[in-house]
């Protein structure tokens, strides 16, 4: 199985900081890697797909960017709405997807 | 619009069987694989397999294989999560997801709202 380690678990920032969140695979997984927003009590959301292409209606100030094994999430001018828990997942055939442990991020 | 919308939540005891449900609309329920997402208590999301609703063909995480069974039936555009016998370590939220992509490799684009499924004796 392919692993994903994130890091940091936690993250303490503040509104309007700029923000990055990094994500490492076991093994190279080309760019098929996505990037997923957690709200409490809510179902993921998808921000980016295949490494660094922004999802319909996601706002541009979320980015993504790396391949094989190291990519990184970065959240610019960071909003009241944008503090969450963040998932990396990578997607390196169907025979099994798996998910980073998560990102909490904090107002600090 | 595409919809995912789930069944609602459960409360078994040990050793029953629980089927769960996920009806898919706004679009062809038979042209995109669909998977399930299990997120235990306060951890994190764990993938557990994925089917095509077009000619059932059905891939497992190895670490569900021979634990759940996802099935479909694409007269209703409902994809299933299913339990033989339930332990307390499945209690858990399970999330359905429509996935998108190519040549094998496929992402979560839309999720349904998630189920609570609670096992306890």
């Known amino acids: 199985d392919i692993q994903m380690t994130q890091s940091p678990s936690t993250l303490s920032a503040s509104v309007g900081d700029r923000v990055t969140i990094t994500c490492r695979a076991s093994?190279?997984?080309?760019?098929?890697l996505a990037w997923y927003q957690q709200r409490p009590g809510k179902a993921p959301n998808l921000l980016i797909y295949d490494a660094s292409s922004l999802e319909s209606g996601v706002p541009s100030r979320f980015s993504g960017s790396g391949s094989g094994t190291e990519f990184t999430l970065t959240i610019s001018r960071l909003q009241p709405d944008d503090f969450a828990t963040y998932y990396c997942q990578q997607y390196n055939s169907y025979s099994g997807c798996t998910f980073g442990q998560g990102t909490k991020l904090e107002i600090k | 619009e595409v919809q995912l919308v789930q069944s609602g939540a459960e409360v078994k005891k040990p050793g029953e069987s629980l089927k769960i449900s996920c009806k898919a609309s706004?679009?062809?329920?038979?042209?995109?694989?669909f998977g399930w997402v299990r997120q235990m208590p306060g951890k994190g999301l764990e993938w557990m397999g994925i089917i095509y609703p077009g000619d059932s063909d059905t891939r497992y995480s190895p670490s569900f294989q021979g634990q759940v069974t996802i099935s479909a039936d694409k007269s209703i555009s409902t994809a299933y999560l299913q339990w033989s016998s339930l332990k307390p370590s499945d209690t858990a939220i399970y999330y359905c997801?429509?996935?998108?992509?190519?040549?094998?490799?496929?992402?979560?684009?839309?999720w349904g709202q998630g189920t609570l499924v609670t096992v306890s004796s």
């Open positions: 706004g679009y062809s329920f038979t042209s995109y694989w």
């Open positions: 093994q190279s997984i080309n760019t098929w």
């Open positions: 997801a429509r996935h998108i992509g190519r040549s094998g490799n496929y992402y979560c684009d839309y």
